[in-house]
């Protein structure tokens, strides 16, 4: 494994500041280990990648179902404005009439 963390580069250094090999070979594999838990593989990278797409792609799917339905909406609503106002119109051409007749 290519390691982003250099255990020998490491516990040298220790070594040179004092520490016995033995413990600065030690604390090196611990932090090693503790280092490469972390960090993200290409692997995860990649899979990471892979579940943004397949996210993106159905907020798209979920965001044209709603438009499509908004659409359906706002049809079905201008419809039912346009015979309330068709209806509110025929009443007022017939009371104007009515009144018409009633005040000749």
Excluded at 15 to 24: D, F, L, M, Y
Excluded at 76 to 86: A, D, E, M, P, S
Aim: aromatic share 4%; net charge neutral; no cysteine.
């Amino acid at each position: 494994m290519n390691s982003v963390f250099d255990t020998l580069v490491y516990s040298k250094k220790l070594q040179a500041a004092g520490v016995p090999e033995k413990v600065a070979e030690a604390q090196a594999e611990a932090l090693s280990e503790v280092v490469m838990e972390r960090l993200a593989t290409k692997d995860d990278v990649k899979d990471l990648k892979r579940e943004i797409s397949d996210v993106r792609k159905d907020m798209a799917k979920d965001m044209v179902a709603l438009e499509e339905r908004l659409s359906h909406k706002i049809e079905n609503i201008t419809y039912q404005l346009t015979i309330r106002l068709g209806s509110l119109l025929t009443a007022g051409i017939v009371l104007v009439g009515m009144l018409h007749k009633l005040f000749n």
